[in-house]
């Protein structure tokens, strides 16, 4: 089994993710179960899965959306957002 993103961590990707093992993780999910769900066209419909070459992507913005983390819709969003930005804070002159 493996661990799963903290929010703060979801929130910190960039525009595009692996399949695996970013919106696995974030689903909770095994990376068999991941890539199966995905051959299956089983994942959440919010979820679409892209084809780049071998690799299988997701945008960020519908993982976001489908675990209720837009910014503006969630406190926890909010907290977590805060939460980043102290994490890597912006470099001063």
Same mark, same amino acid.
């Given at each position: 089994?493996?661990?799963?993103?903290?929010?703060?961590?979801?929130?910190?990707?960039?525009?595009? #993710?692996? =399949?695996?093992?970013?919106? /696995?993780?974030?689903? $909770?999910?095994? %990376?068999?179960?991941?890539?199966?769900? &995905? @051959?299956?066209?089983?994942?959440?419909?919010?979820?679409?899965?892209?084809?780049?070459?071998?690799?299988?992507?997701?945008?960020? #913005?519908? =993982?976001?959306?489908?675990? /209720?983390?837009?910014? $503006?819709?969630? %406190?926890?969003?909010?907290?977590?957002? &805060? @939460?980043?930005?102290?994490?890597?804070?912006?470099?001063?002159?």
């Amino acid at each position: 089994m493996t661990a799963a993103l903290s929010v703060a961590e979801i929130l910190d990707l960039p525009a595009l #993710v692996p =399949l695996w093992p970013t919106v /696995g993780k974030a689903l $909770g999910l095994a %990376e068999s179960t991941t890539y199966q769900l &995905a @051959a299956e066209n089983r994942l959440p419909s919010d979820l679409e899965v892209i084809r780049l070459g071998r690799r299988r992507v997701v945008r960020t #913005v519908d =993982l976001h959306k489908f675990l /209720g983390l837009t910014p $503006g819709n969630s %406190e926890t969003a909010a907290e977590a957002t &805060a @939460a980043v930005s102290n994490e890597h804070p912006s470099p001063t002159a």
